[in-house]
C-alpha cells in the first residue's frame, strides 16, 4: 500500500509515529469506495488516537493484537471482522505498538450495494463485529490485501440507490448549504422520502448529514494554510451563523477548538 505522508484524509487526526497507508480501489469500484487502508502502531505508540466523522461507513479486520476503539467501549479482536457506521461525533481508539487493522472506506450509500445486512440507523456511532459469512478472509489478506479485496467486492457488488446518489451529489455540490426542504423539493420526493432513505442507505438524518459535508468543508478550509482566510470568513463561506456557531460543530464533530489544529 501506498504511504499516505502529509496527505492524511480530513477525517483523521492521527500522530505521525504511526504508519498508516492508503491504496486506491480497482476503477471499477472508484465511485464506491474511497480507498483501502492499513494501520500499524509504531514502537513508540501508547495512545488514543482519533478520527472525525465524513458521513461513510466502513468495514475494519483486526490483523494484530485487542485493539480498543468507540472510546474504550468496544474491544476489536484479533483475526475478526468489523462494520463501522457512520458517525455523528469524533471516535477515538487505542494504538500502541501490537495495533495492526486493515480497513475499507466507503463512500456514502453504498454500504447495501455491497451487503444485505441491518438498515445503517442501527449501526450509526457503532463498530459491529460481522458474522463469519461477511468477514474478510485473513489468509488473503496477508498474501495480497489489494488484490483480494478489489475481487471481493467486484464479486459483491450489486445496483446504487440513483435517487439517493441524485440528492447526494445536490447536497455536496451545495457544500452543505442547501436547505433540506429545497433538497426534497429539487429531486421530487417528500421530506418523509428522504428521511426514511438516510435512515436506511446513510445512517444519518439528511440535518446530520448536511451538517458533516459543512463541517469537512470547514476543516478543508483551515487546513489550507495558504487561503488566508479568518475563521470567520469561513464561517461566511460555509454557511454557519457566525464564527461562534462555526466552533460549537466544530468542537461537536472532533472534541477540539479550532485553536488545537
Not at 486493515?102 to 458474522?131: I, M, R, W
Request: aromatic share 12%; hydrophobic share 35%.
Amino acid at each position: 500500500m501506498k504511504k499516505k505522508g502529509n496527505n492524511i484524509p480530513r477525517n483523521t487526526y492521527l500522530s505521525w509515529l504511526m504508519k498508516y497507508t492508503t491504496a486506491q480501489p480497482c476503477p471499477q469500484l472508484a465511485s464506491r469506495i474511497h480507498a483501502f487502508w492499513e494501520l500499524k502502531g509504531d514502537e513508540t505508540d501508547r495512545q488514543w488516537e482519533r478520527i472525525f466523522p465524513d458521513g461513510c461507513p466502513g468495514i475494519i479486520i483486526n490483523l494484530g493484537a485487542s485493539c480498543k476503539t468507540d472510546g474504550g467501549v468496544t474491544t476489536m479482536e484479533h483475526g475478526r471482522t468489523y462494520v463501522v457506521g457512520a458517525m455523528t461525533s469524533f471516535k477515538d481508539s487505542y494504538v500502541d505498538n501490537n495495533t495492526h487493522l486493515l480497513g475499507v472506506c466507503f463512500k456514502p450509500a453504498v454500504f447495501s450495494s455491497f451487503y444485505k445486512y441491518s438498515p445503517q440507523n442501527e449501526l450509526t456511532d457503532h463498530t459491529v463485529e460481522f458474522e463469519r459469512p461477511y468477514s474478510l478472509d485473513m489468509g488473503m489478506i496477508h498474501k495480497d490485501p489489494v488484490a483480494y479485496l478489489n475481487k471481493y467486492f467486484l464479486d459483491r457488488k450489486g445496483s446504487l440507490p440513483p435517487l439517493l446518489l441524485a440528492v447526494l451529489n445536490d447536497m455536496h455540490l451545495a457544500k452543505g448549504t442547501l436547505s433540506i426542504y429545497e433538497t426534497a423539493k429539487r429531486n421530487f420526493i417528500t421530506l418523509r422520502q428522504l428521511e426514511r432513505m438516510f435512515k436506511t442507505h446513510i445512517g444519518l438524518t439528511p440535518k446530520e448529514y448536511v451538517k458533516i459535508i459543512r463541517f469537512q468543508s470547514a476543516l478543508s478550509m483551515m487546513n489550507d494554510a495558504g487561503s488566508g482566510k479568518s475563521l470567520a470568513d469561513i464561517a461566511f463561506d460555509c454557511g454557519y451563523y457566525d464564527q461562534s456557531h462555526l466552533t460549537n460543530e466544530i468542537k461537536k464533530h472532533t472534541g477540539l477548538t479550532p485553536a488545537q489544529f
